[in-house]
Each structure stands twice: as C-alpha cells, then as structure tokens.
C-alpha cells in the first residue's frame, strides 16, 4: 500500500487477554518503530527494527510486551495479560532507514495506530 | 525535565492570526521534526530539518543549532489548522523519535 497500515484500528481486551498489534509498513522501509502514546501525552518508544533485527527494545514497559518483524517487513505487537493501564495508542511508524550521515532517510510515516482500551 | 520541550502547551487563536510553536531540546540530535495530529487521526510529519529554515505553503519552520531552539509558524491560520503539533528529535544509533508534549492548537473563525 501507499502508506503504513495497522489494525485494527480499535480494539476492546478484558484484563488478562493477550491482544496482538499488527503493522504494515511501507514496502522497502528498513527502519519500524513502535510507540505508545497514552491519552492527553506525547507518544513514548516502544521498540525498533532495522529490518528483521529488533535493535531496540529499551522502551518496552515489561516482559508483557513482546515486538517481532520476522521477514523485515511486517511487525506484530504482542501484549500478554493485559493491564488496564496499557490502554493507549499503539502507533507504527516507518522510515527508509539511515546510511552514513544521509539524514533525509529518517523521515518517519506514521499508521493511523491501534486504540487499546483494557477493561 | 523532559529531553524535548514545546511552549505553549494550549494556543487559542483567531483566523488569520500568525501563530508561533517553540520547541528547545536538550540532547544531541541529527534532525529535528514537526508532526501534526488530528483528533483521533494518525500524525503526520510536517518538517525534517536538521539546520536553517523551511517553508511549505503558509507553514514555516526553522532551527538554531547552537541555542538548541526550533519554531513553527503559521500564517494567516485558518480554522483546519487545528490540531495538536507535536516537535520531536532524531538522533543516537537507532534515531528514534524522542517526542515533546505537543502543543494543542484551536483556530477559531
């Protein structure tokens, strides 16, 4: 597709489900980030890949949190046993990465995100 | 005191005022970045500028290195323009986004 996809787009979890996040970023992109962004706040990092290699996982809250992007495309947010206070936007951006000092490649697309609300 | 700091945090203003979003930060970066976010809609980035000015239609932005500042102007601003304007930086190995607040702005005809 033309821009980064994520679904679904809203999603309803009783506490203690596992929900799972989905993002399709755009074709060719090296670099996924995952952000949460809680209501009213700026969005926080999460995790990053650099193609199929989770370089990044410092902002992942707990061991609840589980990012994989197997094939360096598509990207799969796992979140176990929910908590009420992971209710938040799940956001997905992606960029063609970077190489040397090129710093136009860091320009990021964003997805629509995921609304999680934990009840 | 957070690494990325946006004033004001809630702007009201008039159509057609010239408004002005400041942004300082306090960590070594490659690029600085404007997004913009709609109520309930995803966010879209604005600029990317790592020095100097940039302009695109009533929108400007513009980066002082040195004194770590950057500012984002709108012209003739029009009631569309609301939205929350979200500043956020690149830099280290992975250049993540390191996001500030975002400043909530209403234009109101």
């Known amino acids: ?119 | 005191k957070n690494e990325v700091e946006q004033s004001p945090q809630n702007l009201t203003a008039q159509e057609g005022e010239f408004i002005t979003i400041n942004c300082s930060y306090s960590v070594g970066i490659s690029a600085l970045h404007w997004l913009q976010q709609h109520p309930g809609g995803g966010i879209v980035s604005l600029f990317m500028l790592s020095s100097g000015k940039k302009k695109h239609g009533r929108l400007i932005a513009t980066i002082n290195i040195q004194e770590k500042h950057s500012s984002l102007h709108i012209t003739a601003s029009h009631p569309r323009d609301s939205a929350v304007y979200i500043c956020a930086v690149t830099g280290g190995a992975t250049n993540k986004l390191i996001f500030g607040t975002g400043t909530l702005l209403a234009v109101q005809p």
């Open chain 1, 1 to 119: 597709g033309a821009g980064v996809s994520q679904s679904p787009r809203y999603k309803v979890a009783k506490r203690g489900q596992d929900v799972a996040l989905r993002c399709d970023p755009i074709s060719g992109h090296v670099s996924l980030f995952w952000y949460q962004q809680a209501l009213g706040q700026g969005p926080e990092f999460l995790t990053y890949f650099q193609n199929e290699a989770q370089l990044d996982k410092s902002g992942l809250p707990s061991d609840r949190f589980f990012a994989e992007r197997p094939e360096g495309s598509v990207s799969t947010l796992k979140i176990q046993r929910t908590q009420k206070e992971d209710s938040a936007v799940y956001l997905c951006a992606s960029s063609l990465g970077f190489w040397g000092q090129d710093q136009m490649n860091t320009e990021a697309f964003f997805g629509q995100g995921t609304r999680l609300t934990v009840v």
